[in-house]
């Protein structure tokens, strides 16, 4: 047998098992496997030689080849028979190899091979096994026909049963292991060349690698372990490398679910078995790999590995980094990927390595590797996938968990971050915010100062160590010059004892018998002795100095450290305070996950007092009319709605209690807080704070506590600030939208109160004082269609309304009174049963005092009218007219009071305001008493209706469409003729007023009155069509002459108003309020360009070639003025072939004519409006080629030709329009920029024909173009040449004359003058 089995020879014939020949081959599909496998399993029981036995090899061999024949039961068993030898016959070949005999360990070589072999063929076919057993289908037939007798009709669901048993999953761990304690021979001594080693390995290793190969297998934990320790033990210690490497590089390449095993198997290798080389092998290999952006299969799989294997083993990934880091530009975005989260890795295990923790100033080795990878991984923030750059920001948050605090590279990653909050991609602006918010969660600075960002604080921390360093080092130079003096000095003295002693030695040398002048120079010696004995204490001191000296020294250096910790936490504040512009904008984005993580970033900066967080957090407030729909994230995670996430961040910030605190000052610091929100706060803002309030109000999240302490604010009798007491009535106003019952409980504290001497004291109190009186009528939204009316009205005879009466009647000169007296005829109207009643004595009682002629005149103003009656010169600044006329900026001036005066100016102003503010709520009134007229009669025909059956339906129906004809009709004639023109109206006086008051300006010249008389003839206007018609031209002529921009601004929504009454009146005259696109006040172009959006999408006006001065807009140098503009053109491409039919006129508008915009900005202007332009683009390709022919003008043919670049040119037939037109622009291709964009349209042609059409006609085309060109650059050259001819001929007639005429004038000899002219004409 050992001459006729080759293992290398049979497992290359094992390849093909369908041709594998055996010679004493037994088929299981007709004879009984049962005997068969007794035999043999019997015979190697026995003894495990006998495998070599070719009868019992072959039964082995047979069953293994025919195995899909073979019951679950019978593979088991010859599974644990084949183990169990193979066991034996490893241990006796151990026991064996320990002889020096060489012979007795080659013996074990057969059996050896054999049981591998077959061990390895058995693993192959047991999958088969197993997968037979999984289908219950394909086994009945295959299983009945084994064996003989009735076992032929064993029943499909036996079969199953059988199929069942086998578990080839149970027996892996098992197998593997046996082929574990195989690979522990010392095969050197066994087989002794090194291919008949490297084959037995091969065949011990193939079954894990076949192993591997399951993705369902390499789940378990256990047999997972046991195909590493197989590799990783022929690797070590049998020379596997090279196969190993091959293997798993194949493996990376096929089978996707093997990158993370195969890593970990490389890094057990490395960390266990301690054999890196394989390790390096592979990174080698990958590194010198290509992969192109097509192939998504590949890059996929080996980047897997890569982050894996730099997760289990960074130190092995760190030395092949530097061949790696080449696929930094590969084509395929998931290695580059990869590569980044590789690096992620390295820089982990350099910051948390030993080496890191004594490092100084980035001196060390790995300092410097770390700042290298560092500056890689930033400049991939640039890279142009943005899954790369998302992926870069995902690995730099992982960094800054790391206890390293690495403080300049965080204040690199702010700069990146905040850098690409501007980026195309939504997903890199969110992993950008996610990491802004990580790095204020980690900064490194509140371990001295407790954590806040304050940039105050930090300048004012950062100024008191600088102040206290450059006072210690002044004060160390001025010791240390000090110091030098004393030594000095010292050394000095020192130097003059040295020399006297010498001088006295000598004197007592020479001078022995004088012993009196000896003894008489002793006194200066002793001196000298005395300074000696000071040398010692002066030692002393300067060591004492020194070491002081070196204490300040520590101290300075301590100082320096915490000024450079400052100026580090100073630029990290002001980098992210310079990223909130962009920030807040984000709030405004389409992409949900990209606003919830802006709106973290904000709660979080709030809670760490960053300066501008505040400006955030207002402008979340908007997010609450946000209608919230489940999403998810790009990772699967369920998204939270925008809306919930708002309300849960204003809660954590403003109304959660703090731990700690007690009850009390936890419903003072809530209420606080609530009332804070209202300071400074835009009407935009109110308006969302108010829908918040009431959101969460209903869902019962503002306690009954804090509500009563908002009330003893507002009716606390000792002076608050005003502020305050404001805030609380605006919070409780916004509350009681949700819940009448908070004010209609405390309706006296209200006019006690706001319309009591503290809202007289302040009108702004008293305003939002009425402001809540008006959730007295319930707050029940108006059902479109629906008739009922669930408002409560009161009796006029309510002291309500005598107080609102008063509070409008009090004498007052603040501007702050129109807005109130808005708000109070507003709650009349809201609250009152019969609202004309109490307005008509009002307006009595205001006309009165109006035209009451002044006994005395007038002194200096007091204080107040200081405060308010501004003189006519000074405008204020101007703030949103969407707010008139509460907010409108009437100022007043005390004017000149002459005799002709019948009245104060002031309180004429406040009767025209009050006269149109009551013009027109009498409107809506009337409105409100239509709808009750026609409910209470449908009502009526209803029980009528019921009463006398269904028989009379039909003529029921009839009568109540007439009854309501007729009293629509009621109602409108009411309004068209009696409000303004009849006998018993009160208004009809004060129209004619106005109307003289609005067309004088040169006799009323006070700005106050103007205002309010503007504002009240707008008002009148919407009123009645016959007022309206006759008088509104007026209005427009305010509009166009007055230089007050908050009339201009207020007469721009008043027309928007008029145009929804009577849109005839202005649709006619709607040039006139587009020129407010042009007016130099931004309120007015701002507020023009929201009202001409209104009318125009609603369709009040029609659009007639004015839509390119709104599309001038698109370029306008403030922001809020091109994004409105925007917003206008995006809503208007949902109207069908809005932009389409008016593209010729937008074109026309900005190219030629007086309103013609710069070519860049007409380039910029027509991009965006072509980017709704998807239909019809044949057509537009025609419309633009005729224009070519009526244009004379290069700067026109250049437009043109612009825009038909921007046209797409996916169809055949555009591309065929455009060649049809080449009669219209053949002779404008000399042009240069127009013959550039023709090109372009051609490339664009090619680009999106289809592959299998040929080119012949755009190339022909193309040809006829150039030729076209060239034509046309030669015509444009003759002309050139005739035209310099012309004009030096002129020149030269020119001069002819000039000297026809000299010669006139001074006479010369006859003889001379042909030789004058022959000179002439030589010169010329």
């Known amino acids: 047998m050992s001459a006729s089995f080759e293992l290398q020879d049979e497992l290359q014939a094992l390849q093909d098992i369908a041709n594998y020949e055996i010679p004493n081959e037994q088929d299981p599909n007709s004879n009984d496997p049962g005997p068969l496998l007794q035999q043999a399993v019997g015979a190697i029981a026995h003894s495990s030689e006998e495998i070599t036995d070719p009868e019992i090899f072959d039964i082995f061999r047979s069953l293994l080849k025919h195995s899909d024949a073979v019951a679950g039961p019978y593979m088991s068993k010859m599974l644990d028979a084949l183990l169990s030898a193979f066991g034996a016959q490893i241990d006796a070949a151990i026991r064996d190899s320990k002889e020096e005999d060489q012979q007795i360990v080659m013996a074990h070589k057969l059996p050896l091979e054999m049981y591998a072999f077959l061990v390895n063929w058995f693993v192959s076919a047991a999958e088969k096994v197993k997968a037979t057993g999984e289908e219950d289908a394909p086994p009945a037939p295959v299983k009945a026909r084994r064996g003989r007798g009735g076992k032929a009709g064993t029943s499909r669901a036996a079969a199953a049963k059988k199929a069942e048993q086998w578990t080839w999953i149970d027996q892996i761990p098992g197998t593997l292991e046996l082929i574990c304690k195989a690979l522990k021979l010392k095969t050197h001594r066994i087989w002794v060349t090194s291919p008949e080693r490297d084959a037995f390995i091969t065949c011990l290793t193939r079954p894990a690698y076949h192993v591997a190969e399951s993705e369902q297998y390499m789940k378990i934990q256990n047999v997972r372990m046991h195909v590493y320790k197989v590799i990783c033990l022929a690797v070590k210690h049998h020379g596997h490398t090279l196969a190993a490497q091959i293997n798993i590089m194949q493996s990376l390449q096929y089978y996707e679910h093997l990158s993370e095993p195969m890593a970990e198997c490389l890094s057990i290798l490395a960390k266990e078995f301690d054999h890196a080389q394989l390790g390096d092998e592979i990174l080698r290999e990958i590194a010198g790999k290509s992969f192109s952006a097509q192939d998504t299969k590949g890059p996929r799989a080996f980047s897997r590995f890569l982050v894996k294997f730099s997760e289990e083993s960074p130190r092995s990934v760190l030395k092949q980094i530097s061949l790696l880091i080449d696929h930094l530009d590969s084509e395929s975005y998931p290695m580059r990927m990869a590569i980044v989260e590789v690096i992620g890795s390295l820089i982990r295990e350099l910051a948390t390595s030993e080496d890191m923790t004594n490092r100084t100033n980035g001196s060390n080795q790995a300092g410097k590797e770390l700042d290298n990878l560092f500056e890689l991984l930033l400049s991939r923030t640039l890279d142009l996938s943005s899954y790369v750059r998302s992926k870069v920001f995902a690995t730099l948050s992982k960094m800054l968990d790391l206890p390293l605090r690495l403080p300049e590279q965080r204040l690199r990653i702010t700069r990146a971050a905040v850098n690409t909050l501007e980026d195309k991609a939504s997903t890199v602006r969110k992993a950008a915010v996610s990491i802004l918010v990580k790095l204020i969660l980690t900064h490194p600075y509140g371990e001295m100062y407790g954590g806040d960002l304050s940039l105050e604080k930090w300048e004012e921390r950062y100024k008191t160590w600088k102040d206290k360093l450059e006072e210690m080092e002044g004060g160390i130079g001025k010791a240390v010059e000090r110091d030098q003096d004393d030594r000095e000095e010292v050394e000095s003295n020192v130097e003059e004892e040295d020399a006297d002693e010498d001088e006295d030695a000598e004197m007592e040398g020479t001078d022995v018998n004088d012993d009196g002048d000896a003894l008489s120079d002793n006194p200066k010696p002793k001196k000298k002795r005395a300074s000696r004995k000071s040398t010692v204490d002066v030692t002393a001191i300067v060591s004492e100095q020194e070491a002081l000296a070196a204490l300040e020294t520590n101290e300075i250096l301590a100082m320096n450290l915490r000024k450079k910790y400052c100026t580090e936490a100073l630029d990290f504040i002001r980098t992210l305070e310079g990223g909130m512009v962009s920030l807040t904008q984000l709030l405004g984005s389409t992409n949900k996950a990209e606003v919830l993580e802006s709106m973290e970033f904000f709660r979080v900066a709030f809670e760490y007092q960053l300066a501008s967080a505040e400006k955030g957090i207002k402008r979340m407030l908007h997010l609450i009319w946000h209608k919230d729909n489940s999403s998810t994230s790009e990772d699967g995670k369920e998204l939270k709605g925008v809306r919930s996430r708002l309300l849960e961040c204003y809660r954590m910030l403003y109304l959660d209690p703090l731990p700690d605190m007690e009850p009390k000052q936890q419903v003072n610091r809530i209420a606080k807080n609530m009332i804070e929100l209202t300071y400074d706060a835009t009407l935009a803002e109110l308006t969302s704070l108010e829908e918040m309030m009431r959101i969460m109000m209903e869902d019962g999240q503002i306690h009954h506590d804090v509500i ?617």
Not at 1001 to 1026: M, W
Not at 1117 to 1142: G, Q, V, W
Not at 1162 to 1182: G, H
Request: aromatic share 6%; hydrophobic share 35%; proline share 4%.
């Open 708 to 1324: 009563n302490k908002l009330w003893q604010v507002y009716s606390a009798p000792q002076a608050l600030p005003r502020s305050q007491r404001r805030g609380a009535i605006i919070i409780l106003g916004m509350l009681a939208l949700s819940k009448r019952t908070i004010v209609s409980e405390k309706v006296d504290t209200l006019l006690k109160i706001g319309l009591g001497p503290f809202g007289k004291a302040d009108l702004t109190l008293a305003r939002y004082t009425c402001l809540a009186l008006q959730r007295l009528n319930g707050s029940a939204k108006k059902v479109k269609g629906s008739l009922l009316d669930k408002s409560l009205r009161m009796e006029m005879e309510n002291p309500i309304f005598r107080k609102l009466q008063n509070t409008i009647e009090h004498p007052c000169r603040s501007k702050d009174w129109f807005g109130m007296a808005e708000q109070a005829i507003n709650t009349i109207y809201a609250l009152g049963e019969h609202p004309d009643e109490l307005c008509n004595n009002l307006v009595k009682n205001l006309t009165r005092r109006a035209f009451t002629k002044q006994q005395t005149p007038e002194g200096p103003p007091t204080e107040p009218d200081t405060e308010t009656m501004e003189v006519d010169q000074e405008i204020e600044p101007p703030e949103p007219a969407s707010i008139a006329p509460s907010s409108t900026h009437i100022s007043t001036q005390q004017s000149s009071t002459s005799e002709k005066d019948l009245g104060d100016v002031f309180h004429l102003s406040q009767l025209l305001f009050v006269v149109g503010h009551v013009a027109i709520k009498h409107i809506v009134f009337l409105e409100l008493v239509e709808r009750e007229w026609k409910r209470q009669k449908d009502e009526k025909q209803l029980v009528e209706k019921l009463a006398a059956g269904g028989s009379r339906l039909k003529s029921l129906t009839k009568l109540l469409a007439m009854q309501r004809t007729r009293l629509v009709n009621g109602i409108a004639a009411v309004r068209e003729t009696e409000l303004l023109y009849g006998e018993q109206s009160l208004l009809k006086l004060y129209g004619p007023l106005l109307v003289h008051v609005c067309g004088s300006p040169h006799k009323f010249k006070n700005r106050t009155l103007r205002a309010a008389a503007t504002l009240s003839f707008s008002k009148f206007l919407c009123v009645s069509s016959q007022f309206c018609d006759q008088h509104h031209h007026l209005l427009f002529k305010i509009l166009e002459t007055s230089r007050d921009p908050n009339i201009r601004s207020n007469i721009v929504i008043a027309l928007g108003d008029v145009a929804v009454s009577f849109s005839n009146i202005i649709d006619e005259n709607s040039n006139e309020l587009y020129k407010g696109l042009s007016d130099e006040d931004l309120v007015v172009k701002k507020n023009t360009l929201m009202v001409l959006t209104h009318l125009i999408l609603n369709g009040m006006i029609k659009v007639k070639g004015q839509l390119g001065e709104m599309a001038k807009c698109l370029e306008d140098e403030e922001l809020r003025i091109s994004d409105l503009a925007k917003l206008f053109f995006t809503e208007l491409s949902t109207k069908d072939n809005a932009i389409y039919n008016n593209l010729p006129d937008v074109i026309s508008h900005l190219s030629t004519g007086d309103h013609a915009v710069e070519e860049e900005t007409f380039k910029s202007t027509m991009r965006y409006i072509f980017s709704f332009i998807e239909k019809a683009a044949e057509n537009i390709v025609e419309k633009l080629c005729q224009r070519f022919r009526l244009s004379e003008d290069p700067r026109q043919w250049r437009d043109i030709a612009f825009c038909l670049s921007l046209l797409p040119f996916k169809s055949e037939r555009s591309v065929k329009k455009l060649i049809e037109g080449l009669q219209f622009y053949r002779d404008k291709l000399h042009e240069e920029g127009v013959f550039d964009k023709f090109s372009d349209i051609l490339t664009k042609a090619r680009s999106n024909k289809s592959a299998n059409k040929p080119d012949t006609e755009l190339n022909e085309f193309e040809s006829i173009l150039n030729e076209h060109r060239r034509q046309g650059e030669e015509d444009q050259a003759f002309e050139k040449r005739v035209e310099g001819k012309k004009a030096a001929a002129k020149r030269k007639a020119t001069r002819r004359s000039v000297r026809k005429k000299a010669v006139e004038a001074e006479p010369e000899p006859a003889s001379q003058a042909p030789a004058t002219r022959d000179d002439d004409d030589m010169y010329v």
